[in-house]
């Protein structure tokens, strides 16, 4: 699992949402590592992290995409609650945006505790519903097919980004663009179907009773606002911020904005 570990202090790990990687944190990093310990790893298949090694068939043209796990955002977690091993880290501050928190979550319910904080942003406890498990199966498919370049980032960057980034930052919608666009076509059908069948968790928040910060970007079109109060009304120990003029990338439109919430949650939260 490939990962960047910078700065010192007390352990801050930070999952990525879908379809990008680690670099979407590399506008926070500069700012959090200051007061704290920053780990991003690339999830399994994305970035630089291998998705697994591929299953022999009887089928040579399919062994490409059969591997030796099923997708799931347990297996993801798996990997997570392993690189904290490697590290000889006993627990630590989660984050995660989008995918990254339904990993999270995952990790939650496996060993909660290795979790003493929990930054959700722009995310939802909610599994899919039965039209949006379609389409990611639609995409994972397709995906596998046709490979990734040129549809996945023109169907995902105005999801992802809000509309002040779609016309002031012309910068951030490049570097998203490009993150998309260097996503293996086998990683992205695999992440598709692991957040497909991942299930409902709103139970494990509920038991969550550490401190927590829900953020979201007030243009976040996905998970919006409203969705927000809601993921904040699931744990017992929530704080919920709003970042202006962000989308659901909250983190990487607004860098500065999302690392003065979360240092400052961090310190109130001791």
């Not at 801050?12 to 590399?26: S, T």
Request: glycine share 8%; aromatic share 4%; hydrophobic share 40%.
């Amino acid at each position: 699992m490939h990962y960047i570990d910078s700065g010192a202090g007390p352990p801050l790990m930070l999952l990525h949402a879908f379809p990008v990687d680690a670099r979407m944190w590399n506008g926070t990093r500069g700012l959090l590592e200051q007061q704290v310990r920053v780990i991003t790893p690339d999830q399994r298949g994305l970035g630089q992290s291998p998705l697994g090694e591929p299953v022999a068939t009887s089928m040579p043209e399919r062994e490409e995409s059969r591997f030796t796990e099923p997708p799931g955002v347990d297996a993801v977690a798996a990997d997570v609650i392993a690189l904290l091993d490697h590290l000889d880290v006993p627990d630590v501050v989660l984050g995660g945006c989008s995918m990254g928190g339904y990993v999270a979550m995952a990790v939650l319910r496996a060993a909660p505790e290795r979790v003493r904080g929990l930054v959700l942003a722009d995310t939802k406890a909610a599994a899919d519903d039965e039209e949006q498990r379609a389409t990611r199966l639609e995409a994972a498919a397709r995906a596998e097919r046709d490979g990734t370049a040129g549809w996945l980032a023109e169907n995902s960057v105005s999801g992802a980004l809000g509309t002040t980034t779609r016309t002031e930052r012309p910068e951030t919608v490049a570097h998203v663009r490009e993150l998309i666009e260097e996503q293996p076509a086998e990683g992205v059908a695999w992440a598709q179907r692991a957040m497909a069948a991942r299930p409902d968790s709103a139970e494990t928040l509920r038991a969550f009773t550490g401190p927590a910060l829900v953020v979201v970007g007030s243009e976040d079109t996905l998970t919006p606002p409203d969705a927000a109060k809601g993921t904040a009304a699931l744990l017992p120990n929530a704080e919920l911020t709003t970042l202006p003029g962000a989308g659901h990338l909250s983190a990487t439109e607004t860098p500065e904005a999302f690392s003065r919430e979360v240092l400052a949650w961090w310190d109130r939260s001791g």
